[in-house]
């Protein structure tokens, strides 16, 4: 067993006692794994080295939350019922009152607050759609549960404002492990959207995030989901998002993130109800000497499903991009019509992106399909742009903004949308002249 895989092990247990036969689950799956290397075919591409040997095991000091969230994180426009984490810890001057959040069909609360009804239906559902063996860092996540956030949506309710949670990490004197929780059950006939937005503060990041997501979307439910990623470069956080789709539910994903000195995210879809489709889509940006990794697998269970997944990813200066997409149809998924589109720009000479769509396949009334390219930015679009007076800086600035506008475009939630096309577009640009003709 390595130090790292023992010493996160031995890292306070979580204060929720009645998550104890949960919690004990984590920590044995945890330490039943060994330490992912280079050799470890999930991690071919993605080197641990900088976490394992860094000084992250410890919890997060409980200190004096900020005041105000950096203005730069503010969505404009966006009604919705806001709850922010600061180092793990829930700041509830920087939060909505969750007591009023809670209308009519809604249970919003955090792991600390629950009922003992709502202890129960955690005990019950948490870790249910997440397979410890296969993700090792899940385990440790449940081992060293702080809290959480715990939302369920009664049968046929529709949740009217999107449910909006910030996790912040602060740097603090010496580095830090934070864990995130989130767990989702949205009966059968219920919709909601729920954001996920991870930040930091502006100095170098000595954090170490690791989270999951789990989320259950019951028989005609819908789920509309942002996961946007804006940690400092220096941060490190390994993440996984888990869907159980029952019979004709339906997903709406959408992804967003920078690199980071590593940053990992696996995202799990299960179609287990017929007639249940999905649509994720993200982007990826990383740069300086940035890592990204995204593993998306999307498991076909049952007949007449719909998976549409499309990634597309722009690597700049020295960073290095992973993407694995994987497409699983079990031999009871007949007429499944599954596709996965992952394209990727490469913007510098040192830039690197390993991509690898897979398809496995049992059924044989299937209509599948999965691409991935890689280019750089085309010469005789640089070329046209600038005999029309656009210099070479900023035009290359238009089509790599060009590259992912299309996704952007597509965004359901619009205050969403209009919050991130200034933010990306600023992205490719080191002059703020340079995006004048799209932010």
């Known amino acids: 067993m390595s130090d790292f895989i023992a010493n996160a092990a031995a890292i306070a247990a979580s204060p929720l006692t009645w998550l104890q036969d949960k919690t004990q689950q984590g920590k044995q799956a945890w330490l039943g794994h060994r330490f992912p290397t280079r050799k470890t075919e999930n991690w071919k591409y993605t080197n641990l080295r900088a976490l394992e040997q860094g000084d992250y095991l410890r919890a997060a000091n409980i200190g004096a939350a900020p005041e105000a969230l950096p203005q730069h994180l503010t969505i404009a426009g966006l009604e919705a019922v806001k709850l ?23 249970e919003l609360t955090l792991f600390s607050n629950a009922s003992d009804a709502q202890k129960k239906a955690i005990n019950e559902q948490l870790g249910q759609l997440v397979n410890s063996t296969k993700y090792e860092f899940s385990g440790l996540n449940t081992a060293q549960l702080n809290d959480g956030v715990y939302i369920n949506v009664a049968k046929n309710q529709q949740v009217a404002k999107p449910i909006h949670i910030v996790w912040m990490t602060t740097a603090q004197d010496s580095a830090f492990t934070v864990p995130h929780r989130l767990l989702v059950n949205l009966e059968t006939g219920a919709s909601a959207c729920v954001i996920e937005q991870f930040v930091s503060g502006d100095e170098a990041q000595n954090s170490f995030t690791h989270s999951v997501s789990e989320f ?51 995202i799990e879809v299960q179609h287990q109800g017929e007639g249940s489709t999905s649509k994720i889509n993200g982007v990826y940006l990383p740069k300086n000497n940035q890592h990204i990794d995204y593993h998306t697998c999307i498991e076909h269970a049952v007949p007449h499903c719909t998976s549409q997944e499309t990634f597309r990813g722009i690597i700049a200066d020295s960073a290095h991009a992973v993407f694995n997409g994987r497409i699983h149809i079990h031999p009871d998924a007949q007429k499944t019509l599954a596709e996965l589109s992952n394209k990727n720009l490469l913007t510098s000479d040192k830039a690197q992106i ?86």
Do not use: W
């Open 84 to 106: 922010v984490f600061v180092n793990g810890q829930f700041v509830a001057s920087l939060s909505d009152d969750l007591a009023r959040a809670n209308v009519a069909g809604l």
């Open 216 to 266: 259950n979307v019951g028989e005609n439910a819908r789920l509309q989901h942002y996961r946007l990623q804006q940690e400092q470069e220096d941060a490190i956080h390994i993440g996984g998002v888990f869907v159980r789709l029952d019979r004709s539910a339906d997903l709406d994903s959408f992804h967003m993130a920078f690199g980071s000195k590593i940053k990992r995210v696996d």
């Open 354 to 439: 390993d991509t690898k769509p897979e398809l496995e396949i049992y059924a044989d009334d299937v209509r599948c399909a999965h691409g991935a390219t890689i280019a750089q930015l085309d010469e005789k679009s640089l070329n046209y742009l600038r005999t029309r007076g656009i210099s070479l800086d900023e035009a290359q600035v238009m089509l790599s903004y060009g590259f992912i506008n299309e996704l952007i475009n597509d965004v359901a939630l619009e205050p969403i949308g209009t919050y991130l096309r200034p933010i990306l577009a600023n992205r490719f640009a080191k002059e703020p002249s340079l995006v004048r003709h799209i932010a």
